[in-house]
């Protein structure tokens, strides 16, 4: 059985997603190029960097990045040479959020270094999530990042997202004690962590999965999901946390899905 792709790191999106031909279409045929191709081809050839680089920035082999180089410019020549439209969707990619290695300066990543958190006022509850890809991250101890929701009149008021540097259980509650959290909404998560966060006066609402906005909203509505014996007892790679539906580790798109593996 083959294995599934690791997904690939991207800086962006594709701003024009479709390119159509002008003139007498040949055929009904159409190309999709990959969002993981788009990035392949745009740092390579229009950012001009290395194989070697663009490996190190997608986070993929230097090999993955030759394959997929290769095919995505048989398909870009293959789309002008036959006249054929070509999409830009789908692919086993993720958001840099900032994380990535570029060489070059990365406006997201510049945003995140330098945002602080703001100042929470008097009337302010303070909900902050583990966070990854819009989704809720699934192992406490591991969050890079929290999206932190600032509600008033059980409105919200302010969104941010906040880089934790991956600091581990303790020092993430001390984190959050610091960012003033009132409640976290996680997917699993470890006693020793809860202990913590019980020290602190923070609420925990653990074994939660999907988006994070969602969760949010329906906290606010009185119809969050969560599991109050949730638990996360084991640390290896392969483990899974939280609710009934968490997968482990953070997720990726395939069309704004998940993906794993190792190529």
């Known amino acids: 059985m083959a294995r599934p792709s690791k997904c690939r790191k991207i800086c962006f999106e594709p701003t024009y997603d479709i390119f159509i031909p002008q003139g007498i279409a040949t055929s009904n045929e159409q190309i999709t190029l990959t969002v993981d191709e788009y990035e392949v081809i745009r740092i390579i050839d229009l950012e001009k960097l290395t194989?070697?680089?663009a490996s190190k920035q997608m986070d993929i082999s230097r090999t993955t990045v030759s394959e997929i180089y290769e095919l995505a410019r048989y398909k870009i020549a293959k789309s002008l040479v036959h006249g054929l439209p070509l999409l830009i969707s789908g692919g086993n990619y993720q958001l840099c959020q900032g994380k990535s290695s570029c060489d070059k300066n990365c406006p997201k990543m510049n945003h995140c270094i330098n945002q602080t958190l703001n100042q929470k006022g008097v009337n302010i509850m303070r909900i902050a999530v583990?966070?990854?890809?819009?989704?809720?991250?699934?192992?406490?101890?591991?969050t890079s990042q929290f999206k932190v929701y600032d509600i008033e009149n059980n409105q919200i008021v302010n969104e941010q997202i906040i880089d934790t540097d991956g600091q581990g259980h303790g020092a993430l509650a001390t984190f959050l004690n610091n960012a003033k959290a009132d409640?976290?909404?996680?997917?699993?998560?470890?006693g020793g962590a809860q202990n913590a966060l019980a020290q602190a006066g923070i609420k925990l609402f653990g074994g939660v999965a999907g988006n994070a906005d969602d969760a949010v909203k329906a906290y606010l509505s009185g119809a969050l999901n969560y599991n109050p014996n949730v638990q996360c007892n084991h640390h290896g790679e392969g483990h899974s946390c939280g609710g009934h539906h968490g997968e482990g580790h953070g997720q990726c798109h395939e069309h704004k899905h998940g993906c794993s593996g190792n190529n």
Not at 184 to 189: E, K, P, V
Request: proline share 0%.
């Open 51 to 53: 194989h070697a680089q």
């Open 183 to 190: 409640i976290l909404i996680c997917g699993g998560i470890g």
């Open 130 to 142: 583990t966070y990854n890809n819009e989704e809720i991250f699934q192992h406490f101890g591991h």
